[in-house]
């Protein structure tokens, strides 16, 4: 299994500016994924991370509005830049391990933009 | 591509009863299942995994879920439900040999246990 942590675990940020979130890994892991879930809703792939390349996103997200960094095998940040109150959103990391791959969750950050 | 459907946006039932939270998916290939649960103000905690071997998986918690190739899907069952129990639940799935590709997700079914 994986521990993952996140920071900040919740913030609550002014419309036009950015937020950083971090992300934490036990162990060495190749991918990282960045998911949203919006109120009430599902998780949505934002991006994937692979250590020493750059994150491939999924469609209707793009690096200018969510960069995101991955410079070693353990951490990973995901930023989301000139936000607006749509952004509201629970932000979540996750990895692949063990085995068969398989997925483990950080506790998520709780973003709230006013 | 692979998608999961769960069917119920909500489900109710009364502590001690068991409760069935419905999930059908699509995927090439053999499938590779989850379960999470995601508590208030939580991240998402594992519950099951359905990779091969018995079609009846037991995971946390006293959950169990029943794979069904010919219907595709991946009920997730409780014998006798508790009221802490109550959350929100979710369903996954990817191909089985499709490396270390991401999970697609349903859009999640909450759980309702009244006492």
């Known amino acids: 299994s994986a521990v993952i942590s996140q920071k900040p675990s919740r913030d609550i940020c002014q419309r036009g500016t950015s937020l950083t979130i971090q992300c934490q890994v036990d162990s060495q892991v190749t991918m990282m994924f960045w998911y949203r879930q919006q109120p009430g809703q599902s998780l949505t792939l934002i991006a994937t991370?692979?250590?020493?390349?750059?994150?491939?996103?999924e469609s209707g997200f793009v690096i200018d509005k969510f960069p995101i960094s991955r410079p070693n095998l353990t951490f990973s940040t995901l930023t989301v830049s000139n936000m607006s109150p749509e952004d509201s959103s629970i932000y979540l990391c996750?990895?692949?391990?063990?085995?068969?791959?398989?997925?483990?969750f950080g506790p998520g950050t709780r973003l709230t933009v006013l | 591509a692979q998608s999961v459907a769960q069917p119920e946006d909500q489900v109710n039932v009364a502590e001690g009863n068991p409760l069935t939270v419905k999930c059908t998916y699509s995927?090439?290939?053999?499938?590779?299942l989850f379960w999470y649960v995601q508590y208030p103000n939580r991240g998402l905690q594992f519950l099951l995994k359905?990779?091969?071997?018995?079609?009846l998986v037991k995971g946390s918690y006293g959950f169990e879920a029943e794979f069904n190739k010919s219907q595709t899907s991946f009920h997730l069952k409780k014998p006798s439900a508790l009221v802490s129990d109550s959350a929100l639940y979710f369903c996954a799935v990817r191909a089985l040999n499709s490396g270390n590709t991401p999970l697609v997700f349903g859009k999640g079914t909450r759980l309702s246990v009244i006492a």
């Open positions: 991370a692979n250590q020493g390349s750059e994150a491939t996103y």
């Open positions: 359905y990779i091969t071997g018995d079609n």
């Open positions: 995927v090439s290939g053999n499938p590779y």
């Open positions: 996750s990895v692949g391990a063990g085995r068969h791959n398989e997925q483990f």
